[in-house]
């Protein structure tokens, strides 16, 4: 855990964690991400990833936009593999996945930024971990479009599997999760959820936040 967060804090962060950029929306994505932050979002991932997605003065001044509405928010503001870009716009932390930049070297450069790793098993977490990870992202759990590189869907067991073999650490689960499907996974043991197209692609972006906030929170309580 880096220095500046506190492990229950780190938790409370990621609750509901979006993840987005702008191949992901049918809307203009501020607009997105400002009615997700009305709606109870807690944490965010600019992910400019996929075909079409911005790249260059683009991509950092979409960055830049989205930062500022984090800021203004109040919640973190975290970059998926683009290291670069998060140590230029000072952003709160980075995101790497199994086939992006190793994690310890990630480490090396962000200091005590936050830093999470995805994980799809045992061994993936724990070395995540020893490499100096804060929170693992965890899955798919469920079908998932979003990415074309997805794994094979590993569902909730997937978070009581790590748990019942002694990971303690923030674990997020992700991968096609929508309104109703939020329940088996924190009973499973997950600390939050991580969303894209159930907030990207919705009409009412701040609704459907709320209604899986609600349903984050009615989780940790069972």
């Not at 992901?24 to 944490?43: F, K, S």
């Not at 759990?141 to 002694?166: N, W």
């Amino acid at each position: 855990m880096s220095n500046r967060i506190e492990r229950l804090e780190m938790i409370s962060r990621l609750q509901l964690y979006l993840v987005m950029g702008s191949v992901n929306c049918i809307r203009d994505p501020e607009a997105v991400l400002h009615e997700a932050i009305q709606g109870g979002i807690t944490i965010f991932q600019f992910r400019e990833k996929g075909p079409g997605a911005l790249q260059g003065r683009e991509k950092y001044e979409l960055a830049k936009k989205l930062q500022k509405l984090c800021r203004e928010g109040g919640i973190p503001f975290i970059v998926n593999d683009d290291v670069e870009l998060a140590l230029n716009l000072e952003a709160d932390g980075v995101h790497v996945g199994q086939e992006d930049e190793q994690a310890r070297e990630v480490r090396r450069k962000i200091g005590d930024k936050i830093m999470g790793v995805s994980a799809h098993n045992l061994d993936e977490a724990r070395m995540a971990l020893e490499q100096g990870a804060d929170y693992l992202g965890v899955g798919p759990m469920y079908a998932t479009k979003t990415k074309l590189d997805a794994r094979e869907v590993q569902g909730p067991s997937l978070i009581r599997h790590l748990r019942d073999h002694g990971i303690a650490a923030p674990l997020v689960g992700i991968g096609g999760i929508a309104p109703g499907g939020v329940g088996p996974i924190m009973k499973a043991g997950a600390d939050g959820v991580a969303v894209i197209s159930a907030i990207s692609q919705a009409v009412d972006a701040r609704g459907v936040a709320g209604q899986l906030l609600a349903e984050v929170r009615e989780g940790h309580v069972g």
